[in-house]
């Protein structure tokens, strides 16, 4: 087929041109006619992306299907413009061997949308006592390994599993937690904690262990990349490791430079999230970090779960937003619309980078490259409606805000995958 007249965003630039398709590459780039029987679809006043890829998403199977499962997730995703995602392992059993990877691998080509790759988990049932099998999850499909929801406590393990990783070609992704200073704390550690009298968790807790990761990485001189950073002090550190040359790599959140612990004086448990919501200060620091580099990529931390996990107390509700629909469109209106980021460095941090990262296929639009697209009328403006969502997961916090840029059009290896449905 041939996309004509859409404007395409390149690593260098966007500009309108047409994208011939052939199999599962982009055969063709430039003003072209249609051969016989050649299908065309006029994509005039929309704009292509190298397909998104979110690396950091909870689908929730095996063992918690209930909140959401590959299938589902994989919906979801492609709703919100992905075509590649990769599955955190706290699942049940944690994905922490060959089995549960391979298992991983052959129910997301059943389901045949997305493109699905598993992260293994660092330890042996995410225990913090043993390294896991690295090299099998590997063999099976594994792209990465991390403990997410928690950080391995033992620094010798940590740098063993480092050093593990790297031999087998993989990096380590690490939620930054100390638990002893978190404490039992459910948001922030500031004014809106006192407010309402939810318990607090210091910001330390978090720049903590960001500190000794990259201090691990530059002992060791191997690679390490921080999971949704949250905190001011952590974007520093990451900007001051960056610029002593450590091989550290960050992402962050939609709600981490969208919101504010404000949020949660209205004690909507679609607030709670790991790390919470920090003050203004965090929010712009965050923000900054996307503009000059610190921060490579965009994530949704994707946390779907059953309203019976979210419609009870504060202190007592489940942590997570249900973001993969909307990490997309709140990015682009944040970030893009704003004049501060380009179409092409949007596509950096949500397409090339995490490519990059994890050493995945894809990430650009080129001749001769993966058929991988999504496209989206940006001049389109919607109110998110969690009844709309295709996950089973409704918890979100931007229920009834406006949003730019709705995807409409997406291609997996050249296949359609998503298309909107005209009224």
Known sequence: MILKGGTVVFRDGAKVCDLRIRGETVEKIGILTPEAGEEVRDLTGLTVFPGLIDMHVHLREPGFEKKEDIESGSRAAVRGGFTQICCMPNTKPVTDNKVVVTYIKTRAGEVGLCKVHPIGAITEGQEGKNLAAIGAMKQAGAVAISEDGKSVLSSGLMANAMKYASDFGLKCLCHCEDPSLVDGGVVHEGYYATLTGLKGSLRAAEDIMIAREICLAESLSLP?????????????????????????????????????DAEIAS???????????????????????LYDGTIDCIVSDHAPHHADDKNVEYDFAAFGISGIETSFSLSYTVLVKNGRLSLEGLAEKMSLAPA????????????????????????????????????????????????????????????????????
């Open 356 to 423: 990059r990262i994890l050493s995945l296929a894809g990430g650009t639009i080129e001749e001769g490259g993966v058929a991988d697209l999504t496209v989206a009328d940006l001049g389109r403006s919607y109110t998110v409606d969690p009844a709309e969502f295709a996950s089973k997961g409704k918890n979100t916090p931007f229920a009834g805000r406006e949003v730019w840029g709705k995807v409409v059009l997406l291609l997996v290896d050249g296949e359609i995958k998503y298309e909107e449905k005209r009224a």
């Open 224 to 260: 390490v990349h921080i999971c949704h950073v949250s905190t001011y002090s952590g974007v520093q550190l990451i900007r001051e490791a960056k610029a002593r040359g450590v091989r550290v790599t960050a992402e962050t959140c939609p709600h981490y430079f969208t919101l504010t």
């Open 267 to 289: 004690f909507d448990t679609n607030t709670k999230v790991n790390p919470p919501l920090r003050e203004e200060k965090d929010r712009l620091a965050v923000l900054e970090g």
